[in-house]
């Protein structure tokens, strides 16, 4: 879906309508100068839904994992929100593959309610 054609308007106020207008590359991210290609080799990311109850409703969270390389185990587990009118998939992108490197971590994130590919209100 070609997001500047202004004929075609997804739903941005919904998990599903952000889901489908994001749905094969996500958001384009910045080169990260702290990493290079060995310290990326191997390494690898999961992206799925989990559900949650959010007033009697079920509210799909979006998340994404950011693995070490097979065989390596990890030394901690690190889990992070984005802050207000961000989503996992901007800047946090970077931030946790620096995280998973630098202390050989397996890194969570999820978007909050109604933000990124999660549902909720908007």
Known sequence: MNLCDRRV???LSTGVGRRQAFEKDGHPHPEEP?????????C???TGMVTVQQ???DIGLWYRIYHLP???DPTC???GYHGYSDHSDFLMHN????LRHSNR???ILFDQPASGKSDSLW
């Open 77 to 79: 587990i690190i889990v």
């Open 105 to 107: 971590a397996t890194v």
């Open 70 to 72: 097979e065989g390596q």
């Open 95 to 98: 931030h946790a593959r620096v």
């Open 34 to 42: 702290l990493l290079n290609e060995e310290d990326e080799r191997g």
């Open 44 to 46: 690898w990311e999961k």
């Open 9 to 11: 308007k997804p739903d």
């Open 55 to 57: 007033n009697g409703q």
